[in-house]
């Protein structure tokens, strides 16, 4: 097949107009927050509309019924020869972004070009850059008129930044059977940063911890039980606990992984909005990152009973050491209760000798000039599990910053993507 190169005027052009949506792509229910992927899947279908009119691309926007402005993309080129290959998990919604409140420099919802190539906005790197390199490789393909051996499918989901809700992202692209094709094929996950291979992920899992005191003047508090301090001690129990349960092993370090498994505490929320007043509830949410070497269902189990002995020492009296007032002067206790929200996401480890893996490597080495460097990290992908369970040859990769994952400022320089195309590109020749 003849040499393709990123067209950066097409690939800017496209980033631009989806970065200019992203205030409609914010991905967040409990904020009201509901992304309308619909907007960012029809800048792509805009973009490849002659060439789904030939018929070089055969493109599907699947959506459930009632949720019509959330949909997925399946783009599928027909090769010319056997068997099938994916480039699936680009999505269209994104994280939030407080242009005050999170102190951005510029505006998050437009894009910066600034010197050296910089990309600036929200979705550059996760994940509105990737669906433009996607989106420019299916144009040039389609004008150059190359298909290539294996029938390439690309995905594009909707509702990646959030958990697995019913008729949406990638589990419904699933279900409606558009990922049989790929069943037993090398598929590449294009959600991930710095290159890599990302051969590894963790698991995830919510948690919401309840902690009921005694509210009170905090002036008396002999007559209370402080909910935002108990919270506090027992959050941090908890995660002495788990990371002493749940230690590095040797898997994480041959997978590369830049973290071990985690426990943590990252909302808290309270009824109080007075000083002088002690809170009598506290709401602690948190979530479980866990490497795909731990069972979660199991982790999930010993962390609610370790919570319910928790409380149970705080009825017979046997209070750890440190911890602040549990009872009352009058005898009545604090109370604590944990529960896990949904299912949760499992984590993968890729195949450390598969021929996926290795084309990918070889398709960096000839694009970047230096050998690649593999790396797991403890953020989740949704389905990657499921993909692997059927066969499929799962990989991970990713092009841009990963220090501005979820960040202010997100960012990622223009060479990043003209790198990740000619690889996507090296893989199809290879494959």
């Keep these: 097949m003849s040499a393709l190169e990123l067209r950066e005027d097409r690939f800017l052009d496209v980033l631009r107009r989806l970065i200019a949506l992203t205030p409609r792509l914010q991905n967040n229910l409990e904020a009201g927050l509901v992304p309308q992927e619909r907007l960012a899947a029809q800048v792509v279908l805009d973009t490849l509309a002659p060439h789904i009119a030939s018929g070089f691309i055969h493109a599907e926007s699947l959506a459930s019924q009632g949720n019509e402005s959330r949909v997925s993309l399946v783009l599928t080129v027909k090769g010319t020869g056997e068997g099938a290959v994916g480039f699936v998990g680009a999505h269209f919604d994104v994280v939030p972004a407080d242009q005050v409140a999170e102190g951005w420099e510029r505006s998050p919802f437009e894009l910066w070009e600034g010197p050296d190539g910089v990309l600036y906005g929200r979705g550059v790197t996760d994940c509105l850059g990737h669906v433009a390199v996607a989106t420019d490789l299916l144009a040039q393909m389609a004008e150059a008129n190359v298909r290539p051996r294996r029938t390439l499918k690309v995905v594009l989901i909707a509702n990646e930044e959030a958990g697995d809700l019913p008729g949406l992202g990638l589990s419904y692209v699933a279900e409606q059977g558009r990922l049989k094709d790929l069943v037993g094929q090398p598929v590449y996950w294009l959600d991930s940063a710095n290159f890599g291979p990302t051969v590894g992920t963790a698991g995830n899992s919510v948690w919401e911890l309840k902690v009921t005191g005694v509210g009170g003047h905090s002036g008396m508090p002999q007559n209370c039980v402080n909910a935002l301090e108990l919270a506090m001690a027992a959050s941090l129990e908890l995660g002495r606990w788990f990371h002493a349960r ?186």
């Design 246 to 431: 749940y230690p590095p092993n040797e898997d994480e370090k041959r997978w590369g992984f830049l973290a071990t498994s985690s426990l943590k505490a990252t909302v808290v929320e309270a009824a109080n909005t007075k000083e002088n007043k002690i809170p009598g509830d506290v709401l602690v949410k948190g979530d479980v990152r866990l490497t795909p070497f731990h069972d979660m269902a199991e982790v999930r189990r010993a962390t609610e009973d370790f919570v319910r002995e928790l409380d149970a020492r705080l009825e017979r009296g046997d209070v750890p050491a440190g911890w602040p007032r549990t009872r009352t002067e009058d005898g009545r206790r604090g109370r604590l209760s944990l529960r896990f929200q949904g299912g949760g996401t499992e984590g993968i480890a890729c195949r450390l000798d598969s021929p996926g893996l290795q084309a990918l490597k070889d398709a960096m080495k000839a694009v970047r000039g230096v050998d690649a460097q593999p790396f797991s990290l403890t953020g989740s992908l949704p389905l990657v599990r499921d993909l692997q369970r059927q066969g499929c040859d799962v990989q991970i990769t990713g092009f841009g910053d990963m220090k501005y994952y979820h960040a202010p400022n997100e960012q990622a320089h223009l060479k990043d993507f003209r790198q990740g195309f000619s690889i996507l590109w090296e893989l199809l020749e290879r494959l």
